[in-house]
């Protein structure tokens, strides 16, 4: 025998001895922000101003439930900040205005949708922090990725698109499938509307892909998308088509998400890809982006898929 | 340069404590400070004690018996690591004044904290039936390493984002599955606070970056390659997966198996094996034990290294069975005729002699109780074994002595 011992509770000790900061205490949250709470918010606006005269808005939505694990943790910690500093940086679109949320499920989730501001600059970091990692979700195997489509289709305003008839950009992240519809007693308890009935994904889709090109990016490391990768990105494919990204190294979601931009804008996918100095990002970003195309047009109110 | 194309091993011939770490430590004092002991079974759930000439005094777990005479530690792939146990060990050698030269191959597979927790958490609803398991998650982690989606090598701990990707998916998807595997589903809500736990999860990815800190895992291999080697084996021959008796056995191979392979890659061309035995039997944990008394067999008997645990329990004591013995080196010599090019010289080592404190030896031979002089005793050992020239050991830390 050795001396080598380990009792249970010296994992008492061994879990308040970690050097560095744990999740818990970089999110603290230990409930949804009022700030984020999307109930009875009428609009997010997204406005030109002096300084951002020809503003884009851009929506990313992130998947914060269980199966994303740590994953949710890097991505809401670090992934999104640096995702706004790579479209701040490398300005895909003109003056982005970008606005993150939280997403969840519906039937399980205290807080299955949260929502910052629109935020041209890194501020918006300040308000990543406050995002809750509810880690919930449930045995169902699709998270609610409908609830910001319905949210941003009736709930933003934006410049971009009314002003100049120019779509923003919708991105919603996580690895599960997209739920077949979203119940009108969902939307009534989270967002504080009250529809006369259910609305199918499809439906959400037309009215949000009015104001958004909307994209999924289906995060592969993901406990649900291992076990099912095909399963996943078929029910996404049959309802975004070539819209349907496929992640397969999360640190490298904020390329993949500006690469998306740029190609969607009609730039050159393999130079896109190219373009990112490391060769490990040009391979995921070659893999997530191959199937796109620029968007036929950016007239507002086609909707192609 | 000379190159060598020999190497001295240390098996243990019956259950563990047998006085390997002792002999490892003798090898090295002979070879000088440029040997390099090999662990090539087991993990850190070892205890080798060795007190050095000077009066140090260690328990060697994951570091090579012969670090507190300077020797290098090469972890083969055949070592389960354990990042969490190694770093309190270097801390204690620290203390010491012993800073080791570790060299691990990047392919051995690596235990996880929820490794332990599982080996926790079972052997303890195991209640009576236990296995007599140390607690620490060594057969846990190589139970998990077959599993591709969960397994976990060195090579693995570089990359802090894979790995903890890694472990998530281990505590959130493979420990519960393991859990309802074993019978024990509802113990995985019981023990969640522990699974869920992102502190742990945290610290052991930090313990993992400084375990590569302290460790040499680049061409590995090639650093040892013609240096002067002792072969450290961990528990003993009894305890051999497929020779002890299932399932009071490590989840390794104990003898000259693992060796023989290793030397056959490193390009050896002859082994000096000893076989190391107590002068009595002696057994910790579960499982069954020929010829146990209900107490210490020799008066001399102290033993500061084997305190009782929760796993484990007390050490137990029977008196030595020559036939058991010379069985189990019999059939662990017969792996050696896989390997024709190896040329293999055995020979045994018995120790803890002076426990005898003056009294008649006893012993098992053709099934029959023994009682006779030390002499006679070693003698009828050499003769039952069918190897001469036996290495006695008497005290903690004497010297061996060659017996004619």
Known sequence: ?305 | MHLNKTARVVIGAQFGDEGKGRLTAHHVMEIGDDAIVVRFNGGAQAGHTVVAPDGRRHVFSHVGSGALAGAATYLSRFFVANPILFLKELDLLAAKDVTPTVYVDPVSPVTTPYDMMINQIVERERGAGRHGSCGIGFGETLERNLDGRFALTVADLVDPSILTNRLDAIRREYAPARLTGLGVAHTFEANAALFRSDAILEHYVEDARRFLDATITAEARAAIRDRPLVFEGAQGLLLDQDRGCFPHVTRSNTGLRNVLALADELGLERLDVTYVTRAYLTRHGAGPLPRERPKKPYPGIVDTTNVPNEHQGTLRFAWLDLDLLGRALHEDLSDAAIYPALTVNAGLAITCLDQLDGEAARYYRGGIQHRSSLETFVAAATEAVGLDRPLLGFGPSGELMPCG
């Open chain 1, 1 to 305: 025998m050795g001396t080598a011992r380990w009792n249970p509770s010296d994992w008492t000790s061994y879990a308040k001895s970690t050097a560095r900061k744990t999740t818990d205490t970089v999110f603290a949250s230990r409930g949804m922000d009022k700030d984020l709470d999307p109930l009875g918010v009428v609009m997010r606006e997204s406005r030109d101003s002096d300084l951002n005269p020809a503003s884009t808005a851009i929506v990313v939505g992130l998947d914060v439930t269980g199966s994303m694990g740590m994953i949710a943790d890097a991505l809401a910690r670090k992934g999104l900040g640096t995702m706004v500093e790579e479209i701040l940086a490398r300005k895909p679109v003109s003056d982005p205005h970008i606005l993150c949320a939280g997403i969840g499920d519906v039937l399980y989730d205290r807080a299955p949708l949260q929502v910052t501001q629109f935020e041209a600059d890194i501020r918006i970091a300040r308000q990543l922090e406050k995002i809750w990692l509810e880690k919930g979700g449930g045995g169902n195997s699709c998270e609610s990725y409908t609830l910001p489509w319905y949210f941003a289709a009736l709930h933003t305003s934006i410049d971009c698109f009314e002003k100049r008839g120019k779509k923003g950009y919708l991105f919603t992240v996580g690895d599960e499938e997209p739920p077949r519809d979203l119940p009108a007693k969902a939307i009534a308890r989270f967002i504080g509307d009250r529809p006369q009935r259910d609305f199918s994904s499809h439906e959400l889709l037309t009215m949000v892909s009015r104001m958004y090109h909307v994209f999924h990016v289906i995060v592969e490391e993901g406990s649900h998308a291992r076990r099912d990768p095909h399963g996943v990105r078929s029910r996404w494919v049959d309802l975004l088509g070539q819209r349907v990204i496929g992640l397969s190294d999360h640190t490298k979601l904020a390329e993949v998400i500006v690469s998306a931009i740029e190609v969607n804008e009609g730039r050159d996918r393999d130079r896109v890809a190219k373009s990112w100095s490391s060769w490990q990002t040009a391979l995921v970003v070659q893999r997530a982006v191959g199937g796109l195309t620029p968007s036929p047009s950016s007239v507002a109110g086609v909707v192609r898929f």
